[in-house]
Protein backbone atom coordinates (compact mmCIF):
# COMPACT_ATOMS: atom_id res chain seq x y z
CA UNK A 1 0.00 0.00 0.00
CA UNK A 2 1.31 3.50 -0.61
CA UNK A 3 1.79 5.52 2.30
CA UNK A 4 2.47 9.24 0.73
CA UNK A 5 1.90 11.49 3.36
CA UNK A 6 4.41 9.12 6.03
CA UNK A 7 6.65 9.44 3.74
CA UNK A 8 6.92 12.54 3.23
CA UNK A 9 7.32 12.63 6.80
CA UNK A 10 9.84 10.48 6.93
CA UNK A 11 11.74 12.29 3.87
CA UNK A 12 11.73 15.45 6.62
CA UNK A 13 13.31 12.97 9.09
CA UNK A 14 15.60 11.33 7.06
CA UNK A 15 16.04 13.14 3.56
CA UNK A 16 18.61 10.05 2.47
CA UNK A 17 15.32 8.10 2.57
CA UNK A 18 14.33 9.23 -1.18
CA UNK A 19 16.34 9.83 -4.29
CA UNK A 20 15.48 13.21 -5.78
CA UNK A 21 16.05 15.25 -8.52
CA UNK A 22 15.43 18.93 -9.98
CA UNK A 23 13.08 19.37 -11.76
CA UNK A 24 10.99 22.01 -13.66
CA UNK A 25 7.32 21.61 -12.60
CA UNK A 26 4.03 23.29 -13.08
CA UNK A 27 0.24 22.86 -12.27
CA UNK A 28 -1.56 23.01 -15.97
CA UNK A 29 -4.29 25.45 -15.92
CA UNK A 30 -5.26 25.85 -19.44
CA UNK A 31 -5.27 22.22 -20.83
CA UNK A 32 -8.48 20.35 -22.12
CA UNK A 33 -7.78 17.48 -20.18
CA UNK A 34 -4.90 18.37 -18.02
CA UNK A 35 -6.24 20.94 -15.90
CA UNK A 36 -5.41 20.71 -12.65
CA UNK A 37 -2.62 18.46 -13.34
CA UNK A 38 0.92 18.51 -11.59
CA UNK A 39 3.60 18.01 -14.88
CA UNK A 40 7.43 17.12 -14.30
CA UNK A 41 9.31 17.82 -17.23
CA UNK A 42 11.56 14.85 -17.44
CA UNK A 43 12.10 15.12 -20.77
CA UNK A 44 16.04 14.89 -21.83
CA UNK A 45 16.34 18.18 -23.43
CA UNK A 46 19.00 21.28 -22.92
CA UNK A 47 18.46 23.85 -20.15
CA UNK A 48 17.82 26.57 -22.95
CA UNK A 49 15.09 24.17 -24.28
CA UNK A 50 12.58 24.43 -21.14
CA UNK A 51 12.09 25.74 -17.97
CA UNK A 52 14.38 26.14 -15.34
CA UNK A 53 14.48 23.36 -12.03
CA UNK A 54 11.84 24.59 -9.25
CA UNK A 55 11.18 21.57 -7.22
CA UNK A 56 13.32 18.59 -6.22
CA UNK A 57 11.15 15.39 -7.16
CA UNK A 58 11.48 12.11 -5.33
CA UNK A 59 11.90 9.43 -8.08
CA UNK A 60 12.96 6.62 -5.22
CA UNK A 61 12.51 5.55 -2.38
CA UNK A 62 14.48 3.25 0.23
CA UNK A 63 11.22 1.07 1.15
CA UNK A 64 12.71 -1.17 2.97
CA UNK A 65 14.39 1.86 5.76
CA UNK A 66 11.14 3.67 5.43
CA UNK A 67 8.97 1.13 6.94
CA UNK A 68 11.32 0.33 9.34
CA UNK A 69 11.41 3.78 10.73
CA UNK A 70 7.60 4.19 10.30
CA UNK A 71 7.26 1.10 12.61
CA UNK A 72 9.54 1.79 14.60
CA UNK A 73 8.02 5.09 15.50
CA UNK A 74 4.44 3.59 15.57
CA UNK A 75 6.05 1.47 18.07
CA UNK A 76 7.52 3.59 20.47
CA UNK A 77 6.14 3.96 24.06
Do not use: Y
Request: proline share 9%.
Amino acid sequence: MAMHDPLAVGAVIDPTLVQTVALPVQVETKGEWTTAMTVADRRPLGPHLKAPANMNVALGVDGDRFLDLFCSRLRRP
